[in-house]
Structure formats: structure tokens, C-alpha cells
């Protein structure tokens, strides 16, 4: 069956390191892959897209990784800081024609404390 | 420019009720998407509409409509409520189908008792 994991339900960092999340996937063949970031009571915002055939993206302190053979991506940010707390959503996209149907992994929730 | 909006925010309803939800995209956006976000589940497809028609259907039963107007703004539908309806809905809105990024609007809560 298809699945869409995230390594961990919650991550713990101190300020300054680097957050590294995970997203694995089975059975599904992406085209792109997106991140997104979650506040409480909030809908989800958009931070980085990756294409199937694209190694590593970076925007800033982000930066983004596509292995399509161990079907995982990773997303990293850097010199992380308390507002960077917030859940992280990955979402694959399958499609490569016209129709665009996101498929969301369930997040992880990445707590930066000072 | 403004961002995507829902109204309501919040909506307590009981079981066996209809509701509908209301989604304004941004401006010049033309895609506009549902999504259903409960804990367990988490973040789900429910449907997209691009130029007043259906594009996309996710997993959900009939129970779940939705319709797109000519000014792009969207409604979904739910009747004969449930209580595992309850969720935070989710509308997103991109520039046309196939435009990858979406724009998430905050959502509306909706309890049913």
C-alpha cells in the first residue's frame, strides 16, 4: 500500500544546531515533492519544491534533498531559532500533466528552544 | 494582495445536519482545492476545481461536494454529518491546474456533536 512517513512524530533541538526531518515514501513515483510548514491553527504554507530529477534545493537557512532511489527526502534547516518551531508537512505530487493532487505526510512537529 | 479566505472559522454542527464552507482564493487564482486535516489522518485530498468543474477527487464519499463559482470562489458541502466529520478544512488556491505551489487558507474548524 502507499505510504508516506515521517520519521518522528515530534523533533527537540537546541538553538544554533541544524533540524534534519525526514520524509520516506512507499509505492508512490513523485514528480515533485514540497514542503510545508504548519502553525497551530493555521493552514499550511509553502516553503520549497523539489523535482524528481533536482539532487538538493536550498532557499536561506533551508535546504532541501530528493533520493528518488532510497525514496526519502530530507529537509534541513540551519542556525535554527525558537521561530523556526512549528509542524513541518511533506507532500508528494504525482502528477506531471495538468492535474496536481498533493499527498501529505501526517508532519513533524519541531520544537527550537533557546 | 489578500491571501486565500474561509468563512466561517468555526462551526459547531450535530449529527445528521448539512453544512457548507466558503472559500475566497487570491486574486487571479483560478485552482482552487479542499483538503480535510484531522489528527489521525492528518492532511487529506478531498477535491479541485479549475473553471467551475471538477478536476480531482480524493478518497470521500458523496457525502462531500463541493461546486466552483465563476469569480473562482469555491464551496464544499457536507451533509448527513458525522462525528468522525469533524476536522479543520482546508482550501487552497494556485494560479491554474498544474501550478504546483499552493496557498493555504486558515481554514475552518467544524465540530459535530
Known amino acids: 500500500s502507499q505510504k508516506i512517513e515521517q520519521n518522528s512524530e515530534a523533533l527537540n533541538i537546541q538553538e544554533g544546531k541544524t533540524a534534519t526531518l525526514t520524509c520516506n515514501y512507499t509505492n508512490y513515483s513523485p514528480a515533485y515533492l514540497q514542503w510545508y510548514r504548519q502553525d497551530p491553527g493555521r493552514g499550511p504554507v509553502f516553503l520549497l519544491l523539489i523535482r524528481e530529477n533536482e539532487k538538493e534545493k536550498r532557499k536561506e537557512r533551508l535546504k532541501v534533498t530528493f533520493d528518488t532511489t532510497l525514496k526519502q527526502s530530507l529537509f534541513h534547516i540551519t542556525a535554527s531559532q525558537p521561530a523556526d518551531s512549528a509542524t513541518y508537512l511533506c507532500?508528494?505530487?504525482?502528477?506531471?500533466?495538468?492535474?496536481?493532487?498533493?499527498?501529505f505526510g501526517k508532519g513533524i512537529t519541531l520544537s527550537v528552544r533557546p | 494582495k489578500a491571501g486565500v479566505t474561509q468563512t466561517p472559522r468555526y462551526l459547531i454542527k450535530t449529527r445528521g445536519q448539512q453544512v457548507t464552507l466558503s472559500c475566497s482564493p487570491i486574486?487571479?487564482?483560478?485552482?482552487v482545492s479542499w483538503y480535510q486535516q484531522t489528527p489521525g489522518q492528518g492532511l487529506q485530498f478531498l477535491f479541485e476545481?479549475?473553471?467551475?468543474?471538477?478536476?480531482n477527487k480524493g478518497n470521500f464519499p458523496g457525502r462531500f461536494s463541493g461546486r466552483q463559482f465563476s469569480n473562482s470562489r469555491s464551496e464544499m458541502n457536507v451533509s448527513t454529518l458525522e462525528l468522525g466529520d469533524s476536522a479543520l478544512y482546508l482550501c487552497a488556491s494556485s494560479l491554474a491546474v498544474g501550478a504546483r505551489t499552493q496557498y493555504f487558507g486558515p481554514g475552518t474548524r467544524l465540530t459535530v456533536l
Open positions: 476545481y479549475f473553471s467551475e468543474t471538477q478536476r
Open positions: 486574486s487571479g487564482h483560478r485552482s
Open positions: 507532500a508528494l505530487d504525482e502528477d506531471t500533466g495538468a492535474n496536481s493532487k498533493l499527498t
